[in-house]
């Protein structure tokens, strides 16, 4: 185990078997349907690789670089695209893929810019929620599990950019924040 970890919330094996049910689901509701995840960039990067493996349909996959929260534990409030979509998408079904919703400023702002190009529909799926956080309402159709309030990190999420590559979802001790 990474030494920074104090403990693992989520393990490698609850994750993937997770994965596997939202892409069952996911592949039933959108049968006969077109298709695009778009991957929130960076978190979501891990997540989405599995998930789209486990989704039994023609998809497509595009990328969005978002952040708010630069290297603080604490969200800015100020959403910045990084990197936009570059394609249309006029007409087709998006389903953003993301690694965790906290206050929910970044997915409100996202699904309303996505909203405003002419989609048929926009949905979220989610691997983490954090609800004890949310400052703005959000419907989200896919969620793989709530976490409390805590900082956690792995799977995608970082802590100042580390802590993506770990397997599973964890917290770390407190003398990593201080130092
Ligand atoms: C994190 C996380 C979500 C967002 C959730 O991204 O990956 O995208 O914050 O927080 P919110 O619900 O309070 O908006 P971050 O801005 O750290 O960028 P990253 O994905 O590149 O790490
Ligand atoms: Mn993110
Ligand atoms: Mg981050």
């Known amino acids: 185990m990474n030494k920074d970890i104090k403990k693992i919330l989520i ?14 689901k996911i592949t039933e509701d959108y049968q006969g349907k077109d298709l695009l ?3 929130v960039l960076k978190g979501a990067v891990l997540f989405v690789s599995d998930l789209m493996k486990r989704i039994d ?9 978002i952040s708010s929260y630069g290297s603080n534990t604490q969200s800015s409030g100020v959403v910045r695209i990084l990197k936009d979509l570059n394609q249309s998408i006029e007409g087709r079904n998006v389903l953003i893929v993301e690694d965790i919703i906290d206050s929910g400023l970044t997915l409100s702002y996202l699904t309303e810019n996505l909203k405003a190009k002419g989609p048929e529909s926009v949905e979220i799926c989610t691997i ?15 969620t793989g599990f709530q976490v409390p309030d805590e900082f956690v990190v792995g799977y995608g999420l970082d802590y100042a950019e580390k802590y993506r590559n770990l397997p599973y979802i964890a917290v770390l001790k407190e003398e990593v924040y201080t130092k």
């Open 57 to 65: 349909l023609p998809l497509e996959i595009n990328f969005m670089a």
């Open 37 to 39: 995840l778009v991957c």
């Open 128 to 142: 983490l929620d954090k609800p004890d956080r949310r400052t703005t309402s959000l419907n989200i159709k896919y």
């Open 11 to 24: 393990t490698e094996d609850e994750l993937q078997a997770k994965v596997k049910e939202l892409g069952a």
